[in-house]
């Protein structure tokens, strides 16, 4: 089961308190304060893991501690350090505290740590506390308390171009074709349950994410089929490839389709509208294709409309020129998509 959003109560661990201890000696006399400093807490920290795909790990789990310090000894002995606990969380995991509503942290660097709760400070023996004045103080200072975050982690994948459209309209099988990615692909609406990703590779090693996402459907913003739940996940992508079944399969036109989707992206958020786009008019192999697609290009104004077959190939190669010319452009720089 794809997990993609979870709270969870998070703390680090206390530090351990100091303590009263006395130099005991044999020919010692008034050997003095000995009493060791505290321990302290261990932090959470959260690792960004490029092996972790999604949250499933946390499912389960409401609550996740740190270690907390050990107390001092006495002989001036420091108590033990407790350990750090890391959250390995998929890259694009997007933290927020649920208490204040912040967001923490934006989980989008590989590897890169950043520390969520902070162990407390260990406390301090009496042996800290010896001065010319005092040499038998008989005080210790108890371990700070660890942080303590009630948190929500939400995965939004980082992809380069967000595939959109109709439940049926081709989406997996182009994600596959171009990728190389085994997904499932089915003749009915909604095979696709959660997001699948697939990299498109290019000579001299350049290369393009693509995020596939389930099928949206006309008042997905009132939650109808899976809503625009996934939409979050295209959030990231530095383009858009909307998808339409161009030979009208399920007895709706890409005109239609495109004008809908359109409107419900614009419920979620119409940002995603600035982006650079692309249309795939799909399924050109069939016979009914001709005409819609004829009918597509008189009434839609777009300067990237591709027809292709993902189940043929044809167009394919047209498209991946598209996908990396969009990717160039929104960098601005002529770099690479990688
Ligand atoms: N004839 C023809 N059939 C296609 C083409 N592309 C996809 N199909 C078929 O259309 C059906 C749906 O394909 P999917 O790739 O599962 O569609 P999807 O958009 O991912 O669908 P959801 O996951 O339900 O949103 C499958 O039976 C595919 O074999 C095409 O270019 N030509
Ligand atoms: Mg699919």
């Not at 104004?301 to 077959?309: A, T």
């Amino acid at each position: 089961m794809f997990v993609d959003r979870v709270d969870l109560d998070v703390s680090a661990g206390d530090g351990g308190n100091g303590i009263v201890a006395w130099r005991r000696e044999k020919y010692i006399p008034k050997g003095g304060p000995a009493g060791g400093d505290g321990g302290k807490g261990g932090s959470i920290i959260v690792q960004v893991d490029p092996n972790v795909s999604g949250l499933e790990w946390f499912r389960h789990i409401n609550r996740i501690c740190a270690q907390s310090g050990c107390k001092g000894g006495s002989s001036c002995c420091k108590g033990k350090d407790g350990e750090d606990t890391a959250l390995h969380i998929p890259p694009g995991t997007v933290v927020r505290d649920l208490e204040t509503g912040d967001l923490l942290y934006d989980g989008t660097v590989y590897n890169e740590e950043f520390v969520l709760c902070r162990g407390g400070k260990g406390g301090k023996g009496n042996a800290c506390f010896k001065t010319p004045s005092n040499r038998a103080p008989n005080m210790a200072t108890k371990g700070e308390a660890g942080e303590h975050k009630h948190i929500e982690l939400e995965l939004k994948l980082i992809g380069d171009v967000g595939l959109v459209g109709f439940p049926n309209a081709g989406k997996s099988t182009l994600l596959m074709k171009l990728t190389y990615t085994q997904v499932a692909i089915g003749p009915y609406p909604f095979t696709t349950l959660t997001p699948n990703l697939g990299y498109i590779s290019f000579e001299g090693g350049r290369r393009i994410l693509l995020t596939d996402i389930p099928g949206i459907i006309e008042k997905a913003h009132q939650n109808k089929g899976l809503g625009l739940e996934f939409l979050r996940h295209i959030e990231r992508t530095r383009a858009l490839l909307f998808v339409l079944d161009a030979a009208g399969v399920d007895g709706r036109s890409p005109i239609e389709d495109y004008r809908v989707l359109i409107e419900e992206l614009r419920m979620y958020d119409p940002e995603l509208l600035t982006r650079p786009s692309c249309i795939v008019l799909n399924k050109c192999d069939l016979e009914s294709a001709a005409e819609f697609v004829q009918e597509f290009r008189a009434a839609i104004n777009h300067e990237s409309i591709i027809e292709v077959s993902a189940e043929t190939g044809d167009g394919l190669a047209q498209l991946k020129e598209c996908l990396a010319r969009l990717i160039t452009e929104e960098e601005g720089d002529g770099g690479s998509a990688s």
